[in-house]
């Protein structure tokens, strides 16, 4: 179907730039800047289609912005915390378990060591959307070439993005 059956009449596209995510953390969203809007369009994984959009106008800004997926730094903290309260259970609870018990604290370590690496390893470089609504926060990721490359698509993107703000 493609985009062109979600264009108005006399709306064009005047930027285009695909998600540039990797393998593991694969998007298959097309983000582009019509003479009106943003648009995130996409296909989901059982053939249908996505499509979001937010109004020229109602962009507050952008923003070029490096993170990292906080998410594993919680479950590895977690993991941390279940670890020691296992480790320091008093030895008369433990009668009979000592063994298992000691399995599940080098299990526990371990996990958390995966869990903090895993976190240390997700750092990403984004393009983010700011739009009015707080659900109009939108993310482009960037491949790390992009991030020191002053000629790459996801910046000529953001510029064009700018223009068209400053145009409201």
Do not use: C
Not at 14 to 40: A, M, N, P, Q
Not at 67 to 73: C, F, S
Not at 90 to 118: E, K, N, R, Y
Request: charged share 25%; net charge negative.
């Amino acid at each position: 179907m493609g985009i062109d059956s979600y264009l108005t009449e006399g709306e064009e596209v005047e930027g285009y730039i695909e998600d540039e995510t990797d393998e593991l953390h694969k998007s298959d969203w097309e983000w582009y800047i019509t003479s009106e809007r943003i648009v995130k369009y996409g296909s989901d994984p059982l053939g249908g289609e996505r499509f979001h959009d937010i109004s020229i106008d109602k962009v507050e800004g952008i923003s070029f912005e490096t993170g990292r997926r906080n998410a594993l730094l919680v479950i590895g903290i977690l993991s941390l915390l279940l670890t020691v309260f296992v480790a320091i259970l008093p030895p008369d609870m433990i009668q009979g378990f000592g063994s298992v018990l000691s399995s599940l604290v080098f299990v526990g370590v371990a996990t958390t060591l995966v869990f903090f690496a895993a976190w240390y390893l997700s750092k990403r470089s984004y393009l983010q959307i700011h739009g009015i609504e707080p659900a109009d926060r939108w993310r482009i990721e960037m491949e790390e070439s992009d991030v020191v490359s002053d000629d790459s698509e996801i910046k000529s993107f953001a510029v064009t993005l700018r223009e068209k703000t400053s145009q409201k």
